[in-house]
């Protein structure tokens, strides 16, 4: 076998997630040893598992969407062993798996939603921020200059859940509070009757998301008495104008309990000020009154990818992964583009893994829900139906974070959404 030869890119097309990988030397820009390749691969999703096959496939492709090879500044990009090639294509994938749309409609809130305080520290379990935030910021800043080719087993990572325990449950509920914020942030409510329709529909399977997987009482602690999500709450109802607040203030209650409510009733009630809003309102003004409610709501969400990609996420992480301003980006682009390049979320770390938290609860409860006794006594419980969704959604995101840091220029690659490559002329 030739020792000069590393496995390299023959064609790629990172939108769809496959590629042809040869082994030979770097040579794709001389014609006269095109067929001195000892091996090519086809790889795609979801599985990439390499698949032997001629190498002309993979030059027939380039006349296609397939770009020819994968370069950087000083050449074609190596990789020492096939399985690393199998990494890069896997999350070139995900960073452009979302596409150029989904989102809600284009729309900038005068001011960012604040983000919750961590609250009482009553909790129990291990955090599952402590082991996913050294992991995203090994990414961030390598500790050692990784040669081409090379690659670095990531450290400290563990396929399975640390524990389901309260603190769990709080991570998602805060990720989950993110986001009815954004959604909030992001409503208009005199826009016509199409947008009108699918802003409603986001609010509503929000919600069914957050009782479905029993976080209701989560949002409602993480938002209770937080002085800065009061303040930020109360300047986006009154510019919504939500005239059927008056019924509920009439003995000058204790507004911290209030605002929790507003949160979860804005989201169950699609917005609406004038139908459901005087209904969902009165009397909620404790987590326990959100018992039977949440259960009414617990239905079962059978396109969790659909429901990822109407949410907005937070107006910070769409500007650390560069979302376009014309196209807003969605939580579920979100989540591959956090799986593929975390290093652009180390700034925003846990913010950024809660938001994943909770996409990855919303993409196993289909699963959870189907495993629950139809009993009406499992569906309404909802203490040990919100742990096994917090340790289903952790052993999810853990099994599909990066296990390999590659080379810094190809780490670059990976945190461009538009382009792949740098071809040499």
Known sequence: MNLNAKWYIDALDPRSGRAFASYR???????ENLDTAKGTYFLEPPAFAPVQVSRSI???????????????????LPFDQLDDVVEFVRRSYLR??????????????????????????DLTGQDPLTNLREIVKQFKTPKVNISPGATLPVEFIDTEAKGSGTFAKRRLGRGALALALEQIAVFQPNSDFESST???????????????AG??????????GDTAIEYWLTQQFDHLNFSALHWIISESPDTSKIMPGLILAFLASGGDDAE???????????????????????????????????????????????AQADAPMSVGQFLFSFLAAPQLAAEKSDLAIEVALFASAC??????QSRLPEHGVYRRETNNRAKLVAFEAEKWLRGNMPKKIFSTAAEALLTERDQMAVVRP
């Open 215 to 224: 976080l209701v009482e989560e949002v409602y602690a993480t938002a209770e």
């Open 96 to 121: 452009r798996g979302g596409g150029a749309g989904g989102g809600p409609e284009p729309g900038v809130p005068p001011e960012p939603p604040p983000e919750p305080t961590e609250g009482p520290a």
């Open 25 to 31: 030397k770097s040579d794709l820009q001389i014609v």
């Open 58 to 76: 993979g030059f027939s492709a380039t006349r296609y969407q397939f770009q020819a090879g994968l370069f950087d500044e000083n050449g074609e």
């Open 363 to 368: 993409l196993v409860l289909p699963s959870v």
């Open 276 to 322: 459901l809003w005087p209904e969902v309102l009165h009397g909620f003004y404790k987590p326990d009154s959100w018992y039977w409610f949440g259960w009414y709501f617990n239905q079962r969400e059978d396109d969790p990818v659909g429901l990822l990609a109407e949410l907005a996420v937070p107006a910070e992480l769409a500007d650390a992964y560069k």
């Open 198 to 212: 699918r802003q409603r529909s986001r609010l509503l399977r929000l919600f069914q998301a957050i009782a479905s």
